[in-house]
């Protein structure tokens, strides 16, 4: 296994803690792929407080778990509030961002399929 995948993706029939997966980073956002496929991928995210992702859209539905925190959303011009435990669907073509008024974690999931 090569020293990016050890890195990025994690190993199969193991279980993990995922708050533990990345580390918050002062000033910064952190991620680290944790698994893709040509079906799509599974993105570990941590936010410091302040730092933001300006709008945008993408040609998938985006699946955000909260594992930390909470997290301020935008999406086609709407804000959605979502706290440790609570699940988004961000639809495919539709702008959204994202806003840490707070420090947060969260599990992306990128739905390629249809």
């Not at 296994?1 to 533990?20: C, Y």
């Not at 594992?67 to 706290?83: P, R, W, Y």
Request: hydrophobic residues 45%.
């Amino acid at each position: 296994m090569s020293d990016e995948k050890k890195q990025t993706k994690i190993d199969a029939a193991k279980a993990f803690k995922l708050n533990r997966m990345v580390d918050y980073a002062e000033a910064s956002t952190v991620s680290r792929i944790i698994a893709k496929n040509s079906a799509g991928n599974v993105t570990l995210f941590a936010f410091d407080e302040g730092q933001s992702l300006s709008e945008h859209s993408t040609p998938f539905d985006a699946l955000v778990q909260v594992i930390d925190g909470e997290v301020e959303l935008i999406i086609g011009g709407e804000s959605v509030v979502a706290k440790t435990g609570e699940v988004v669907l961000m639809p495919a073509n539709i702008p959204h961002a994202v806003n840490a008024a707070k420090r947060f974690k969260m599990l992306l999931t990128m739905l390629k399929g249809s």
